[in-house]
């Protein structure tokens, strides 16, 4: 079976799906959506972390680390 990829139309589908939304529309859990960084559920505010992904959630994890180790370079 050959897996496509996915459309722009399936992507905006899925961020318009409230099933894919958690915690008051500020979390996003896709499975099916590939991106890293999809936009937030109100686009002009920037990106999220695809949950669902998890190269996405290591890149949050790494981003995080990082905040207590700048503080220690100081």
Not at 4 to 27: G, L
Request: charged fraction near 20%.
């Amino acid at each position: 079976m050959k897996s496509e990829k996915p459309t722009q139309e399936d992507y905006d589908n899925w961020h318009k799906d409230p099933n894919n939304w958690y915690f008051f529309n500020s979390i996003y859990y896709n499975p099916k959506d590939d991106r890293l960084l999809p936009p937030k559920k109100i686009k002009w505010m920037g990106w999220t972390v695809n949950f669902a992904n998890p190269y996405s959630v290591l890149i949050l994890i790494a981003i995080l680390a990082l905040i207590p180790l700048s503080q220690l370079l100081k």
